[in-house]
């Protein structure tokens, strides 16, 4: 079973992935998948040569900070870099998932995916697990980053309605890690 987690920005996405991992399920982020595209030498430079050397940092490899403030504010530098990314996040989130299932054709299996309503992919998942919390909240935990990424985000209600397993995250990490355990425990016996 391979689960689609998703949530807002400053919803909780990693804190519930880490907990799914600490469960022994198999996980996957698109923010690591996203870290090391950057670093192959076909992508590095189709953005390089989109967006200038300026978004290169200290060390010559794409700043994801300076990526980030040209294509938030710009919608159509924003859809191509979801074009030079996504097929390839997809492309490696397949190959994991053989490789796991492979291993284990039972396995239960979670990728994070933070704009997974955005980008149109809930269908390639058998479930999806949403991780809310109040926007006061959400922008508590990330001050400079919450107004403008979540304008470019479906509203939490919406996603909410959408979601097969929702939980919402204004508790400590700890109740969120017992949600988390719970929903293994349930997917395991079903």
Known sequence: MLLGLT?????????????????????????????????????????????GPGVLGPDGEVARAAVAARVFSDDIARRWLEQLLHPRVGA?????????????????????????YEAGVADRYDGVVLITAPDELRRARTPQRFDERAAKQLPEAGKVARADHVYVNDGTPAELERWVAELVARLRAA
């Open 92 to 116: 490696e989130l397949e190959r994991w998932r053989r490789e796991h299932e492979a291993a284990d054709p039972g396995a239960l299996l979670v990728h994070e995916v933070p704009l997974l």
């Open 7 to 51: 949530g807002g920005i400053g919803a909780g996405k990693s804190t519930a992935l880490a907990a799914f991992d600490r469960l022994g399920v198999p996980t996957l982020s698109s923010d690591a998948v996203v870290h090391r595209l950057y670093r192959e030498p076909d992508v590095r430079a189709a953005v390089v040569e989109r967006f």
